[in-house]
């Protein structure tokens, strides 16, 4: 099935500042998306992209999908320590599933 | 709506044990999936259910790994024998139909130590 690879593997950023984690892949994605999990807590839905070039914002954070469809991005404007957590993009594999990158942790400091 | 159920929320056993998760999905929720993630990593599929017909089960360790989904609704998932590598939490979640255009709704996990 399809792999993707996820950059960085941790961030470590200071309230206020931004962040942004990319997710990679060899092949074009029919779609993706993106999930949110706290530490101790589940996977939470985000978002789906599905467009070439598509860019959705929820709030402070926008994500978006590559020209090519082989890549994506989420971004965190000014960010809070409710952000903490791990966030995953997730692709589709070869039958009816996902398969889940390594995700990005992010933790933010007061 | 109610969120999807999963018990127990710990399980600690030792090696050679056998344990069993339950989940019940989300209501109206066709597709049933179970995760194994282990520290670090992102969720691994186990198994998906369409209904009660398994889609998918290409990483499932069947040698020591069950699962069924009788009636549709709820499932379990079962280690016998347990081996240490299999310490990890598992996930349960569900969507409305199949397809990797929908969104998983995840349940809280099992946390799975291994002694």
């Known amino acids: 099935g399809q792999q993707v690879m996820q950059i960085p593997q941790y961030q470590h950023v200071q309230e206020g500042e931004d962040f942004t984690t990319y997710c990679n892949s060899s092949?074009?994605?029919?779609?993706i998306q993106w999930y949110k999990q706290r530490p101790g807590g589940h996977p939470v839905f985000l978002i789906q992209?599905?467009?070439?070039?598509e860019v959705k914002k929820q709030k402070r954070l926008t994500f978006q999908f590559g020209e090519a469809k082989k890549n994506s991005s989420l971004h965190i404007t000014a960010t809070q320590t409710t952000d903490v957590g791990t966030y995953f993009c997730a692709v589709p594999n070869s039958g009816y599933a996902l398969n889940f990158g390594k995700g990005t942790s992010l933790l933010v400091t007061p | 709506e109610a969120g999807v159920a999963q018990s127990p929320r710990y399980k600690i056993i030792e090696k050679r044990q056998s344990v069993a998760f339950w989940c019940n999905p989300i209501s109206g929720h066709a597709t049933l999936y179970w995760y194994q993630q282990i520290l670090g990593q992102g969720p691994k599929l186990l198994i998906q259910f369409q209904n009660n017909g398994v889609v998918d089960d290409s990483q499932l360790p069947k040698d020591r790994f069950s699962a069924e989904r009788l009636k549709g609704v709820d499932s379990t998932l079962k280690i016998q024998p347990a081996k240490l590598e299999d310490s990890a939490v598992y996930l349960c979640?569900?969507?409305?139909?199949?397809?990797?255009?929908?969104?998983?709704?995840f349940g809280d996990g099992t946390r799975l130590s291994i002694l």
């Open positions: 992209l599905v467009k070439s070039g």
């Open positions: 979640a569900s969507s409305l139909t199949d397809g990797t255009n929908q969104p998983q709704h």
């Open positions: 092949t074009t994605l029919s779609n």
